[in-house]
T-cell receptor, first 118, second 111 residues
């Protein structure tokens, strides 16, 4: 099992450029999420998905789009990059669980994408 | 909304115990977690505690939960240089998949 795979690991963009951060998981998890990590602010939820075809906004969704056409993939699109989007981005997946003992929402994280917007 | 707070830094000597503290505001939290982030890597689950427990021990790790004060702590016994990392507290109210993370505590272990 590869777990959660994120690509690319590093990216530099110019202001106004667009790009897609890729995230794939091979654990058949229903839930997937995107977070950004900034110094002194912990992890903030950007968007999340509870299953294929279903997405919703998190705490800081502006400037980002997501889609979930398959269980495995959850790409994050930056529409027009801004310097404020310089951050480390993490994708995570978790198992929904069919019974209480499994409903722990343990999230498995990718290694992250380090993005700089100049 | 939910809020989870941690101190930003902790420095300990190798072999001493480390105690990392976390406070949260959501009284409906069902599970509380500790994640570890090593440099350049993603977060990995260290341990978790269900809200009806007040203590959980796992080898060198001890988690204490005070529901009345909404206070969670992680104690690492015999701290080693390999324990140097950022430690995140997170809470989950149950339902959906949203976790709320704290700001993270940078643990530095000195020789």
């Amino acid at each position: 099992n590869a777990g959660v795979t994120q690509t690319p690991k590093f990216q530099v963009l110019k202001t106004g450029q667009s790009m897609t951060l890729q995230c794939a998981q091979d654990m058949n998890h229903e839930y997937m999420s995107w977070y950004r990590q900034d110094p002194g602010m912990g992890l903030r939820l950007i968007h999340y998905s509870v299953g294929a075809g279903i997405t919703d906004q998190g705490e800081v969704p502006n400037g980002y789009n997501v889609s979930r056409s398959t269980t495995e993939d959850f790409p994050l699109r930056l529409l027009s990059a801004a310097p404020s989007q310089t951050s480390v981005y993490f994708c995570a997946s978790s198992y929904r669980g069919g019974d209480r003992s499994l409903a722990k929402n343990i999230q498995y994280f990718g290694a992250g994408t380090r993005l700089s917007v100049l | 909304g939910e809020d989870v707070e941690q101190s930003l830094f902790l420095s300990v000597r190798e072999g001493d115990s480390s105690v990392i503290n976390c406070t949260y505001t959501d009284s409906s939290s069902t599970y509380l977690y500790w994640y570890k982030q090593e440099p350049g890597a993603g977060l990995q689950l260290l341990t978790y505690i269900f809200s009806n427990m007040d203590m959980k021990q796992d080898q060198r790790l001890t988690v204490l939960l005070n529901k009345k004060d909404k206070h969670l702590s992680l104690r690492i016994a015999d701290t080693q240089t390999g324990d140097s990392a950022i430690y995140f507290c997170a809470e989950y109210p149950g339902g959906g998949n949203k976790l709320t993370f704290g700001t993270g505590t940078q643990l530095k272990v000195e020789l």
